[in-house]
């Protein structure tokens, strides 16, 4: 599906907006989604569907925490509302997560839910904080190809999600025609009508049909129970003593970085789709200042959601902070106003329609055979590894850090390779007579990947008195090439031997020069 170009602007003026020099599109600002019918339609009914598909998955995320449904629920809406606001990348959604829910798990076994919420509290201060240091700018460092893995496996995530309501021994065989009814319409309808989300028309239609029936399959309902009235503000009751920071600190400080790095990650994932550019380092802070207002609510903190994200932006063609608002909005009307409607809603609806995201998701040009031949073998090795780390531990931040990390050794691997050594023999005239030199040329970057090699490189046996090492065409980046370079030195000293490292100019010569100091004030 073609992104729409349309997306709206964030409130500052110059925030999230795309420079000039740049190709991306320039956004939409609220008031003129406002004066325009169709696309205000458009928004609306986009925050209705993914407020509909955050219902089970605020339940499921809040059984994984080991917490009532409510704290999952609020958590959805409180984050919702509150990202609307200060987040950097309109249209994103962001509630209660897996990830969030897995990082903060045992807090809530070994300490309970008023430590859990002070653990959100805290998480979304530290976020605060790092997105003040400038977290943000190491999104520069995520390389292409786990981005690619990223989303190749949030992608097989959400399908593997859906597969409990799927797979069981005591699962209706209506479950199967139901969920096989909703992926026909979410596949036709777009290409009859976009004038309604194809994903609301699928989960009102199939709604009818179950009840009309009286056919007993699982629903929402059925998920948890939910909540009867709105969430009131509280401060969670937990001495406010160094043993509790020392309790939930670790937990906060894994939850900020999950949380950063799915929510960027995911930012990034809509400034493709939407080809216009956000503020990451407002979305950072963004993300903070939502955890905290969701903790002191009482919810259980949470971060960007791919699943309802890919749903708003596109299933159903949504730009703005609109849509990301009135999700939080309909989804509390929904729980607490008509609840018993919507846990009416069978779990075959929602499974679809997640299910046709999940395959929408996926980058499946990555895998196909012309292109895995033309991918250098280690790009396709990094997204492997950004995949199966993430399906295996269930936890994104693992797949990415994984994925960088390999993405980083690859690199260094290459580029050492790069870098070589050409030996020549001079004749230096003086006034006693000829004498012969030997020039090495080393050409390439050395640091501690290329460098720890360069030692074995030299005839120190073989070679004449004098030996020039030439470092025009190469430079010098960490202490693991000076200190290979001291020891050819002291290697062709120990022989009677000089040994005169030349070419090497500017911030290079610098390094060498500081380095080398360091390293024989260290001997």
């Not at 190709?23 to 339609?41: A, G, I, M, Y």
Request: charged share 15%; with cysteine.
């Amino acid at each position: 599906m073609t992104a729409s170009p349309t997306t709206l602007d964030p409130a500052a003026p110059d925030s999230g907006a795309p420079h000039p020099q740049h190709s991306q599109q320039q956004p939409t600002r609220v008031r003129e989604v406002l004066r325009d019918p169709r696309r205000l339609k458009t928004e609306v009914l986009a925050g209705l569907v993914v407020a509909l598909a955050l219902i089970p998955e605020a339940i499921s995320f809040s059984i994984l925490a080991g917490v009532d449904p409510r704290l999952g629920l609020f958590a959805s809406f409180t984050m919702a509302v509150t990202i609307a606001f200060v987040g950097g990348r309109p249209a994103m959604i962001s509630a209660a997560t897996g990830a969030v829910a897995l990082v903060i798990a045992p807090v809530a076994a070994e300490h309970g839910v008023d430590h859990l919420i002070a653990t959100v509290i805290l998480a979304g201060l530290l976020q605060i904080l790092l997105a003040v240091l400038g977290v943000a700018k190491l999104m520069r460092f995520i390389p292409r190809s786990v981005m690619t893995g990223f989303v190749n496996a949030l992608a097989i995530l959400i399908f593997i999600a859906q597969l409990p309501h799927l797979i069981g021994p005591d699962l209706p065989w209506l479950v199967y025609p139901l969920t096989a009814a909703g992926l026909l319409m979410l596949v036709a309808l777009p290409r009859l009508t976009k004038a309604v989300p194809a994903p609301l028309i699928a989960i009102v239609v199939l709604t009818v049909l179950v009840v009309a029936a009286g056919w007993r399959v699982p629903d929402v309902g059925s998920q948890g129970e939910l909540p009867d009235s709105l969430p009131q503000l509280l401060i969670p009751d937990v001495p406010f003593t160094l043993e509790t920071l020392r309790i939930i600190a670790p937990y906060a400080l894994a939850m900020a970085m999950v949380g950063l790095m799915e929510s960027l990650l995911t930012a990034k994932l809509v400034d493709d789709i939407t080809d216009t550019h956000s503020d990451k380092t407002r979305e950072s802070w963004g993300q903070g200042v939502a955890n905290v207002v969701t903790g002191f609510f009482g919810g259980m903190g949470g971060c960007a959601m791919i699943g309802q994200t890919m749903i708003n932006v596109k299933e159903s063609g949504a730009r703005t902070r609109l849509s990301t608002f009135l999700a939080g909005v309909f989804l509390l009307i929904l729980v607490v106003a008509l609840g018993d409607i919507v846990g009416l809603i069978p779990m075959a609806a929602l499974v679809a329609v997640m299910i046709m995201v999940s395959v929408g998701t996926f980058d499946w040009h990555s895998i196909r055979p012309s292109t895995l031949r033309r991918m250098p073998l280690s790009e396709t090795a990094v997204m492997a590894t950004t995949v199966i780390a993430t399906v295996v531990t269930d936890n994104l931040a693992i797949g990415v850090v994984l994925g960088v990390v390999c993405a980083m050794v690859m690199f260094a691997r290459r580029v050492a390779h790069l870098t070589r050594i050409e030996k020549v023999w001079e004749t230096d005239v003086d006034g006693d007579g000829s004498v012969d030199i030997r020039r090495y040329r080393v050409i390439g970057q050395l640091f501690f990947a290329s460098s720890n090699d360069l030692v074995y490189q030299f005839d120190y046996a073989g070679d004449p008195e004098t030996v020039i090492i030439d470092l025009t065409d190469a430079d010098v980046w960490d202490a693991s090439t000076v200190a290979s370079l001291d020891a050819v030195q002291s290697k062709y000293a120990a022989r009677g031997k000089e040994a005169r490292i030349i070419g090497l100019e500017g911030a290079g010569a610098e390094r060498l020069e500081r380095l080398s100091g360091n390293l024989g004030e260290g001997h």
